[in-house]
């Protein structure tokens, strides 16, 4: 794409975002399927909804602004996370150690994803697109609560138990 205003590169970013919030859908199902703590799995599954519910908001912000047009475009940054989380399960086995890791690859996503959020966010109230900032900026909350959410699961559950091995 070949970006030329603010209002391309918002195109271009929110585009490479909805490839990502996509990929990442298949991806949780897995990581909840290979996960061997209950509670990170359910973490995961519950992850997973609400990743459904940021590529509705995103349908929203498209139908909502008639200027906002996604592109067909892959995310080559959350298909590079992706293969780190496969790296994990195919390298360990189904135990703590594993929950451990993959904690880890989604932090590195959440990270992600905050971070594209973020940019969104303050494109859009460049844009003058109040609506689109209200969607992102829920999004955006929902990133880091997950991020804090792992976090905590990590800290008082699963690393604590690798301790122990």
Not at 26 to 37: I, P, Q, T, V, W
Not at 61 to 66: A, D, F, I
Not at 98 to 103: E, G, M, P
Request: with cysteine; net charge negative; aromatic share 4%.
């Amino acid at each position: 794409m070949n970006m030329k205003t603010i209002d391309d590169v918002f195109i271009h970013l929110l585009s490479d975002t909805y490839s990502a919030e996509k990929q990442l859908t298949r991806a949780l199902k897995k990581l909840a399927r290979e996960a061997s703590s209950e509670k990170l799995s359910a973490a995961f599954a519950q992850h997973l909804e609400e990743t459904q519910g940021q590529i509705e908001r995103l349908d929203q912000l498209v139908e909502r602004e008639s200027s906002v047009k996604i592109k067909r475009m892959k995310c080559i940054a959350m298909e590079g996370l992706i293969e780190e989380a496969n790296e994990v399960i195919e390298s360990t086995e189904k135990n703590t150690i594993r929950d451990a890791a993959l904690i880890a690859a989604a932090q590195k996503v959440e990270h992600y994803e905050i971070a594209s959020y973020g940019t969104l966010v303050t494109l859009a109230e460049q844009l003058g697109l109040k609506h689109a900032v209200k969607l992102l900026s829920a999004t955006l909350e929902e990133e880091k609560a997950t991020d804090i959410k792992l976090t905590d699961l990590a800290v008082s559950n699963i690393n604590p138990k690798t301790q122990a091995k």
